[in-house]
């Protein structure tokens, strides 16, 4: 799925590009097997400081430098080769280093020798990370990366330490993040972390109190989060916070009242969005959401119409 965001964003990119002129046209380059990509379904995409593209597969990790690929996969034999092929989100680092979470670990990209670190879960350590299915990553700043896990919570990664604390739901304490499936993290421009969840909805982490406020769907409340399985998440140039759920629409969420205006399928309404599954979301020129959805392809929502169109 975050492989498929960020392969939006570059599409999304450069059809925005083209509105200023309608008679240039888009050409674009396949890169797949032939070419020397690992596998031809991505899980991720990441452009590096230094403009190389990596991509993250189900069988390896591929670098790409504007004209070949280099494959980085795991060797049994070899303790300094990432940990995993299946990889499942890529981050960098104030000092460039490259962190890729996978399905067994996280791991650290040297770049000098081009070896990798390896950082897993050992339950003789509580300060290990909590889990070696990582499956999201994402740079929190001052040597830091945050670590969503399929089935235990939160972690906050010490680059130095290799230390992580953890984040984790707690029976009876609301202000716990709600669930320890994490499905999707995002930092807006005002460095606040929103996490998704694969079950109990949205939360926001608070550092000053370093605890949680969640927002999950209620059947009484028709201004709740539409769904409580979140799938992505953005804050756009005009400070409005979007979520995707899976199967209940999109939602447009207002921070003044902590309220969700919901956008959903109607069959019978051509500019309404089209699917209700939602896979990625994108900021586009002209005051322009992108949302990209299952197996219904792209919606356009647009500021000023109020609707969406679809391609």
């Known amino acids: 799925m975050n492989g498929l965001k960020y392969l939006l964003i570059i599409f999304f990119t450069a059809i925005s590009a083209s509105l200023f002129s309608q008679n240039r046209q888009l050409h674009f380059e396949h890169l797949e097997s032939a070419n ?9 995409i990441f452009q590096d400081s ?6 993250g597969t189900g ?27 299946y990889i499942a989100d890529i981050a960098e680092d104030e000092n460039g280093n490259l962190w890729i979470a996978t399905s067994e670990g996280l791991n650290k990209l040297d770049r000098k020798t081009d070896r990798f670190k390896r950082y897993a879960h050992n339950g003789k350590n509580n300060k290990s990370i909590s889990e070696d299915n990582v499956s999201r ?52 421009r005002q460095n606040n972390l929103w996490i998704g969840t694969f079950d109990q909805g949205l ?26 399985r979140v799938t992505s998440i953005l804050r756009d140039r005009d400070n409005h916070l979007w979520i995707g759920t899976f199967e ?8 003044t009242t902590s309220t969700f205006r919901h956008f959903v ?28 959805t299952e197996n219904g392809g792209i919606s356009i929502f647009n500021y000023n119409k109020q609707h969406f169109a679809t391609y």
């Open 36 to 44: 020397g990509l690992s596998e031809i379904n991505p899980n991720c």
């Open 50 to 55: 230094r403009g190389f593209i990596w991509i």
């Open 59 to 85: 069988d390896g990790l591929n670098r790409y430098d504007g004209y070949k690929f280099k494959i980085y996969r795991n060797d049994p034999t070899d303790p300094t080769t990432i940990t995993n092929n």
């Open 137 to 188: 990553i994402i740079y929190a700043g001052n040597n830091k990366l945050w670590l969503g896990t399929s089935t235990q919570g939160l972690n906050l990664f010490d680059i130095k330490t290799g230390e992580s604390i953890h984040f984790k739901n707690k029976k009876g304490n609301p202000n716990s993040l709600s669930s320890n499936r994490v499905t999707t993290l995002y930092k807006d």
């Open 203 to 228: 939360n926001l982490y608070r550092p000053k109190s370093n605890d949680f406020i969640s927002y999950k769907h209620s059947d009484r409340d028709v201004t709740s989060i539409s769904a409580n």
């Open 248 to 255: 209940h629409g999109l939602n447009l969420f207002n921070d």
């Open 265 to 292: 399928n109607d069959p019978a309404n051509d500019n309404s969005l089209a699917n209700n599954s939602i896979q990625s979301i994108a900021e586009g020129i002209s005051q322009s959401i992108w949302i990209g």
